[in-house]
């Protein structure tokens, strides 16, 4: 199995997520729809088409339909 390229963290009591790519904190996306952005800015060339879901991608906290903490 390959080492995942962009990690997706848990949410913050915000519902923001830090997110790196490559080991490098890329930024803090609120909707799947900002990580496409910042893989963009990295120079990811079809950063639209990144398969999120796929196995380049780990999702710590959730997937990525989770984007706001439970309440306690």
Same mark, same amino acid.
């Given at each position: 199995? !390959? ?7 848990? !949410? ?61």
């Amino acid at each position: 199995m !390959p080492t995942p390229r962009l990690v997706v963290y848990p !949410p913050d009591e915000h519902g923001w997520r830090r997110i790196r790519w490559d080991g490098q904190s890329i930024g803090v996306a609120h909707q799947p729809s900002d990580i496409t952005t910042f893989l963009q800015e990295e120079g990811l060339e079809n950063a639209e088409d990144f398969d999120l879901v796929g196995e380049l991608v780990e999702w710590r906290g959730g997937r990525p339909e989770t984007w706001a903490e439970s309440p306690p």
